[in-house]
Each structure stands twice: as structure tokens, then as C-alpha cells.
């Protein structure tokens, strides 16, 4: 009732959502002042958008850059304009206008605040020691600006929340006692991931439609990183990594993603893009115990290009040529576009929505699964001679979605899972805080030897284009012997934060083996966020659907915003220019490294020589690629065999 009371007097701009999203963006411009400081912005730009660019922060907590749509349930970012005085301004849903006096300090505009944001609270438990998201709380700052402890209306206090509902059936764990009703996680379902599994429910609660386990979510962590709570974190892993490194009997390997160096100095107060932690983490890790070892991730995405790659090629030959390339075996799909496979979200997505597509995935592990896979066999057997069940795998990670991908039935033996614990980046940076480590204030360290050279092609992994990129720099000189026919290595027409980029480029002059392809217009496209993979999908569906070619021949497709750079486990707060900042890094480590291309790393050279023989040989196939299942077959449609008795489950009718 108070929630309802408050919103009621604070009316919406003249300009509604609904305008907003329909209306077409314009080349034109418009003038306005914000607190005396004049500013030019694009017609159409949203208020809170505009007093921003004049480097003025407005507090909220339901609005979020990524979202269309997210806004107008906290009123935080309440503002007013001097030309219509006692009229408060919700930002966040208000088009900026012509000759707007915007004012965002006053003492009326504080109160305001102040009392929207307990309002905000009026259901939130006083936690925040325990909570997973303490010190990294946008809730917990917002209170503290805005001297909500002071404030004794007992209309605002504390109220026990109704609904206690805890989902920890995926490795999202979700408590709804800490949520606030943001809606940032349905915009976020809603507008990048489109796999519809909240919904809004008696005044902005949010609830699902069973388990999560139960839902679409494909466990890519994106309403993690927008929820301003710790209503929704992912499931933690730390604690049984801590009593392994004090266990000598145990022998812990750390492998870091290209995506984390990027990032994780967010973590320790650094901007976004300032500076890349990689060897400098090799330091902080090898501190927490006498028993740990340090490989590099980027070597296992060397090595899934070396089998992705090769795997395209064999599509193409066998499509093209009628002949086999490698492989011996008539299994082998020749289905084309062939998707990578590196990002779970993505997969997930697949076996969940579109299992009559399945055989387009690559049948590559990604590369953790890869690296996990080498090191608990060559790495053991050939190098260190010992038992891999001694061996606890530990992959730090950027993504939330690769903490289910470890513990699927393809990804383990029957003594062991090829990775046993995965941290995020967030995880990490709480280990090295626990110990008093700060990385960026560490000299560096080298990672360890075998598994621990990579290429730049490994490093580009970490955005959106990389996989793709890195595959064409060493598929196109398989079938050329050359180069690939961009400057410096740089696929530029590939790179990039739009959702969907493409390019094509003819094989010419190729090697004798593949005449078949020569002249052949090779084309491909990337797309990052589930909307956008969605739209390529159905773009192909129908193409066979017509008995057409499908417009293009390899594709790459990332959950996230961004690929792994933007992924659910990564610092908070996300936004599109942390996400290019992060990229910038990325970029820059490729270009400054001595090794460019994936098959020109000499360990992944000695990898093939010393254990593998050839890409895509038997035992290559056995420990570095894997299947798919439907979801339906795999969750007997949809429902969960483990009874939760804290969770109202679909009936049987219900799924059907």
C-alpha cells in the first residue's frame, strides 16, 4: 500500500515507455541544462541518459543501461525541471526535451529519494553481513547515501516478507526474501536472454514457473550481474577448494580464462580497461598453497581451434568434395552452418529449444572442458606421473552457466569429473581477499610449464567474435597455406558489440588436396546475447525448411553481451562500455604477443606429436569432443525427478 501511495504522486513523463520503445531513433539533437551545465544529446535519448553525459549521477535501482525497458518502480532518479517547478521528473522514464532546466540536488529531491529508497527496503531483511553480495551491493550503497539507517517512519521499517521461497536447484541460487521487486531480472530475461523465465507477480514479486531447474534458464548469470541484491547469486564453490589446498595429499591446478585478466582488477578499485592482471593472478594463486599449479586457459582455446578448425574443414570437404578429410567414420555431420560450441548458455539454449538442430553444433569441448580433459590424462600420465584422482581441477571462470557444464554426464569418467570446482571472477577476487592478496599490487609470475603458452588467437576468446576469428586464422591457412587476407591478423568486419556482425571471403589458390573448395565464397557471422542467437537459428530453419543454402557456413554464438568478457560471473556492475573497456584489453594482449596463431603454439605442437597424433584422431575424439541431449529427454519432459519441498513444481499436465 505505501509502495502504491508513493507512486501515485510521482506521475509519469508526458513521453511513456511505450513511446520510447516503438518510436525511431533520430539523426537530430536536442539542447538542454543539467544543474547550469549545457549539453547536446540525440533526439530520443532518455533523461537519466542525458544528465549522465554531463557527468552527473543519479541514483537508481531498477534502470539499467542494457535494458530497455527497466525503470520506473524505485523512483530514486527523481529530478526536477526549473521551467515546471513542484512536478518531481522519474528519469529514467522521461525523453529529454528541448530547453529543459534540469535540476538533481535540492532538499525536496533528497527527501524523496531517501524515502523511496526505504520503500524499496520495506520488505528486505537486515542481512547484509551474511549476504553473498556485501560490500558489492547497490541496495546496500544506495541506503548509505541516502542516510536511510537515520530514518524512524514506521510506515518504512522493516517488514517479514511474505515469500521465503530459495531456489537452489541450478547454479543460480535465488532467495526471495532479499529481493526488493527491481524487475531488472525480468528485463533482463526479457530483453537479451528471451527465454521468459520470470514473471511479474502481485505488485513486482518475482517469481517462476517451478524450479529453475524446471525453466528455459540456461544459468548464463546475466540477472546476477544486473540484480542490485543478493537475491540472486551464483552457487559457491570456495569452500571446498579451501580444504583441498590444505590437504597435501591433493595436488590443485588453477587454470584461468582469457576473459578474467580482463576483468578481475575491477575487483581490487581499478577502472574498466586500465590495466590486464594475468601473470600477476599466476603470484596471488600460487601464494594460497605449497601445492598448487598455475595453467592458462588460453592454451585450451589454442587447442579447441586446432580441433574446431579442423572440424570445419572436414564439413566443407565432405559438403564440397564428397570425400572425407579427416575423419574416417560416416558419422561425421556435414550439416552447415556449423555453430561453435564453446559457451554453455548457448548450448543449453540449443538442447533446450531447438534439439531437431543439434547436429550443427561442433562437436568441440569448450576450452576448460578441453584443458580439464588433458590435464587429468597427459598432463598426469606424461608429465607429472600421477594419479589424476589426486588432481582437483580448479577452472576460474567468467562464466555462472560453466558450473553446470562441469558437472554434466559427458564431462567426467567414472572415477572422476574432468573439472571439479569452478570460480567466477567474483569467487576469485573473495579467495584473494581472504588471504590479504591483492594481484595488481604483486609482481608477475610465469605460468606453469605445458599448458602454459598460449596465442593470441587463445586470448580473443574472451569476446564476442574471438572464437570465430581465431578459428578462420588457422582454418583458412589449412586450406591456403597462408595468412588469412586481413591486415595484421585482425578480422575488424567480425569485431565489435553489435548483436550480429558477418563478412565473406573467397579460398582461392588453395592447396592441391582441397581444389574442390578453390573459389569458394566462405561466409560467417557472430552473434552474442540469446536474442540475437535465436534470430540466426530461426534464420536457418527456414532456409532448410525452403531447401535453400543457409546464408552462411560457420557461425559463432555467445550468451552473453559482449562473449565471455560480458558473462554472468564477471565484477559488477556490467554496462556497454565497462564491456568495450574489457575488450580493449583483450584486443591489445593479441596484438603484443609473439604467437598470433593458435597452431603455431610449439606446446600444442608437442601436445599432438607426444599424445593426440593428428586433430580429430580417435583419442582426440575421446577426450576432447562430446554429444548433446535434448532437454526434454534428458529432464523427462521438463520434470524434475528430486521432489523440493519448498517449491510448487508443474504438474504433469501442466508441462504437456
Known amino acids: 500500500f505505501m509502495i502504491r501511495r508513493c507512486l501515485r504522486r510521482i506521475p509519469f513523463s508526458r513521453v511513456t515507455l511505450s513511446n520510447l520503445l516503438t518510436g525511431r531513433p533520430s539523426s537530430s539533437s536536442i539542447k538542454l541544462t543539467v544543474d547550469g551545465k549545457d549539453i547536446q544529446v540525440p533526439t530520443g535519448t532518455l533523461l537519466i541518459e542525458a544528465i549522465r553525459k554531463a557527468g552527473i549521477d543519479v541514483p537508481t535501482m531498477c534502470y539499467h543501461s542494457d535494458l530497455k525497458g527497466s525503470g520506473g518502480i524505485c523512483r530514486i532518479c527523481l529530478v526536477n525541471d526549473v521551467t515546471r517547478p513542484n512536478s518531481p521528473i522519474v528519469s529514467c522514464r522521461t525523453i529529454a526535451e528541448e530547453g529543459m532546466k534540469i535540476e538533481t540536488k535540492s532538499e525536496k529531491l533528497v527527501e524523496l529519494r531517501a524515502t523511496n529508497t526505504s520503500l524499496m527496503f520495506r520488505t528486505h531483511p537486515p542481512t547484509c553481513l551474511t549476504c553473498s553480495n556485501n560490500t558489492k551491493c547497490e541496495t546496500q550503497n544506495q541506503a548509505s547515501k541516502m542516510n536511510c539507517h537515520a530514518m524512524e517512519t514506521k510506515e518504512i521499517m522493516y517488514q517479514q516478507p511474505t515469500n521465503k521461497t530459495k531456489d537452489i536447484t541450478t547454479v543460480i541460487n535465488r532467495k526471495m526474501e532479499l529481493c526488493i521487486g527491481c524487475d531488472r531480472c525480468i528485463q533482463t530475461c526479457n530483453t537479451q536472454c528471451k527465454v521468459y523465465d520470470w514473471e511479474n507477480k502481485d505488485f513486482h514479486s518475482v517469481d517462476t514457473y517451478g524450479s529453475m531447474r524446471n525453466s528455459e534458464c540456461i544459468q548464463c548469470g546475466q540477472c546476477i550481474n544486473r540484480c542490485p541484491t543478493g537475491a540472486l547469486s551464483e552457487r559457491p564453490e570456495i569452500e571446498p577448494i579451501l580444504q583441498a589446498l590444505k590437504d597435501n595429499d591433493k595436488h590443485v591446478v588453477f587454470q584461468i580464462a582469457p576473459a578474467i585478466r580482463a576483468a578481475i582488477a575491477e575487483e581490487f578499485g581499478l577502472a574498466p580497461g586500465e590495466r590486464v592482471l594475468k601473470n600477476e593472478l599466476v603470484t596471488a594463486l600460487k601464494k594460497l598453497g605449497k601445492n598448487v599449479t598455475v595453467l592458462d586457459t588460453d592454451f585450451g582455446a589454442d587447442l579447441t581451434i586446432i580441433e574446431e578448425a579442423s572440424e570445419f574443414v572436414e564439413r566443407l570437404v565432405r559438403k564440397l568434395d564428397g570425400k572425407k578429410y579427416l575423419i ?272 603455431d603454439n610449439p606446446e600444442i605442437t608437442e601436445m599432438y606429436s607426444n599424445y593426440l597424433t593428428h586433430a580429430l584422431s580417435e583419442r582426440a575424439h575421446h577426450l576432447l569432443h562430446r554429444s548433446y541431449t535434448p532437454f526434454k529427454d534428458k529432464y523427462l519432459g521438463y520434470l524434475d525427478p528430486v521432489s523440493y519441498t519448498h517449491l510448487t513444481l508443474p504438474t504433469k499436465a501442466q508441462v504437456q
Open 328 to 599: 574416417p567414420e560416416e558419422t561425421q555431420s556435414t550439416e552447415l552452418p556449423m555453430f561453435t560450441s564453446c559457451c554453455p548458455g548457448w548450448v543449453s539454449f540449443m538442447e533446450k529449444n531447438y534439439p531437431e538442430m543439434l547436429e550443427h553444433l561442433s562437436t568441440c569441448k569448450s576450452p576448460m572442458q578441453m584443458q580439464s580433459a588433458m590435464i587429468k590424462t597427459y598432463w598426469a600420465e606424461k608429465i607429472m606421473k600421477i594419479d589424476p584422482k589426486k588432481i582437483v581441477n580448479v577452472a576460474i571462470m567468467p562464466c555462472t552457466a560453466k558450473k553446470e557444464e562441469k558437472d554434466r554426464a559427458d564431462m567426467r569418467t567414472k572415477d572422476f569429473k574432468w573439472t571439479d570446482y569452478i570460480l567466477t571472477t567474483r569467487e576469485t577476487a573473495k579467495i584473494f581477499k581472504m588471504f590479504g592478496l591483492d594481484p595488481s599490487k604483486l609482481p608477475p609470475s610465469p605460468f606453469d610449464k605445458t599448458m602454459g603458452i598460449s596465442s593470441g588467437a587463445g586470448v580473443i576468446f574472451g569476446a564476442t567474435g574471438g572464437v570465430l576469428e581465431a578459428a578462420l586464422r588457422t582454418g583458412y591457412e589449412v586450406i591456403t597455406g597462408r595468412p588469412v587476407p586481413f591486415k595484421n591478423l585482425e578480422i575488424l568486419p567480425i569485431r565489435g558489440m553489435e548483436g550480429v556482425r558477418e563478412t565473406k571471403f573467397k579460398l582461392e589458390n588453395v592447396k592441391p588436396q582441397f581444389k574442390k573448395l578453390e573459389g569458394f565464397e566462405c561466409r560467417v557471422a557472430v552473434a552474442h546475447q540469446i536474442e540475437n542467437a535465436r534470430a540466426i537459428v530461426e534464420i536457418v530453419k527456414e532456409a532448410k525448411r525452403k531447401g535453400q543454402d543457409p546464408p552462411w557456413h560457420l557461425v559463432e554464438i555467445m550468451a552473453c553481451p559482449g562473449g565471455c568478457l560480458g558473462g554472468g560471473g564477471q565484477p559488477k556492475p556490467t554496462s556497454l562500455d565497462i564491456r568495450k573497456a574489457r575488450a580493449s584489453l583483450i584486443y591489445q594482449e593479441d596484438r603484443d604477443l609473439p604467437i598470433r596463431k593458435s597452431h
